[in-house]
């Protein structure tokens, strides 16, 4: 007879490769996902913040994505029923959140070589 790990006979195991059945989307608690996603917006509002001399747009964009992005996060973190649910929306806005702040840095340099030439 073939082992299963999932606990129900005749159940597959579960394929590691997908990502929803990644241990950080299947256990865990809020504070795997906040805690990173707290440091990415303070890092990225810094540095904004920090470039507010230079221009005053995109920056001001940044700041209100990046924030709304992480208030988000906060909200799903408590209104969302527990895993991995909640997990994935969080691992999403995550990302979401990175990408954005990673979006407002480039638009700013183009922004401002644009200016320079």
Do not use: K
Request: charge should be positive.
């Amino acid at each position: 007879m073939a082992e299963h790990s999932a606990g129900r006979r005749g159940a597959p195991e579960p394929d590691p490769t997908l990502l929803r059945n990644q241990p950080a989307i299947r256990t865990g608690s809020r504070r795997r996902w906040l805690i990173p996603g707290g440091a990415v917006a303070a890092v990225a509002v810094g540095l904004l913040v920090a470039a507010l001399s230079l221009q005053l747009v995109v920056p001001v964009v940044g700041i209100v994505l990046i924030g709304g992005l992480y208030a988000a996060m906060l909200v799903c973190a408590w209104a969302i029923p527990p895993l991995p649910r909640r997990n994935a929306v969080l691992a999403w806005l995550f990302v979401s959140m990175a990408v954005a702040a990673a979006a407002v840095f480039v638009s700013l340099l183009l922004v401002e070589t644009r200016q320079a030439l």
